[in-house]
């Protein structure tokens, strides 16, 4: 086999001048150009969203019949839809007068939650994750967060669901 004369070079050399050893390291101005366009991106990212939660209101729902007062009994549950027919929730008879409701999605995966009533909790069947029947808050298990609560309040003999709470 014939090497080539030393002087000869190919033609694509001539045409691309990137030079094999330099071209793997980043000069510090192209460094220093791709971080401050980068923190200009996430600054500009960040004010949107601060703007966006400034201006736009919270969705608010109309006001929707759950129960009448004597339909469920202490220690009882309905099962309901609020705000759309699409969102389960749960209410919970605590008392003669008390009444509490949440969203019957579990904040880890979206199991439905149900009322274990021996236990005086919320239970999500599929990772073991209990919630408090007082607050909704997190007693064990993966959920990273309570479960969103239904604001309810009482017109006449009727029990209203008015607001959902996050």
Same mark, same amino acid.
């Given at each position: 086999?014939?090497? /080539?004369?030393?002087?000869?070079? &190919? ?9 094999? =050893? ?9 460094? =220093? /150009? $791709?971080?401050? +366009? ?8 960040? +004010?949107?969203? +601060?703007?966006?939660?400034? $201006?736009?209101? /919270?969705?608010?729902? %109309? ?9 469920? =009994?202490?220690?009882? @549950?309905?099962?309901?839809?609020? &705000? ?14 008390? !009444?509490? %409701?949440?969203?019957? /999605? ?6 439905? @939650?149900? $009322? ?5 909790? +919320?239970? #999500?069947? #599929?990772?073991?994750?209990? !919630? ?9 298990? &993966? &959920? ?23």
């Amino acid at each position: 086999m014939r090497r /080539k004369p030393a002087q000869e070079e &190919p033609l694509w050399r001539d045409e691309f001048s990137i030079q094999s =050893a330099t071209e793997k390291y980043v000069a510090r101005r192209q460094f =220093a /150009k $791709f971080l401050v +366009l980068t923190s200009l991106g996430m600054f500009i990212g960040n +004010l949107w969203i +601060l703007l966006r939660s400034w $201006f736009l209101s /919270k969705p608010s729902f %109309a006001p929707q019949r759950v129960s009448g007062l004597n339909e469920i =009994a202490v220690g009882d @549950v309905k099962l309901f839809s609020y &705000p759309t027919a699409e969102d389960p929730c749960i209410m919970i008879r605590t008392g003669p007068q008390q !009444f509490v %409701a949440y969203s019957q /999605k579990c904040t880890h995966l979206s199991c439905a @939650v149900y $009322f274990a009533r021996e236990q005086n909790r +919320l239970e #999500c069947p #599929c990772h073991e994750g209990y !919630f408090a029947v007082e607050d909704g808050s997190v007693l064990q298990g &993966p &959920p990273p967060r309570p479960l969103p609560r239904i604001r309810l309040q009482r017109d006449g003999n009727d029990i209203v669901a008015t607001e959902v709470q996050i």
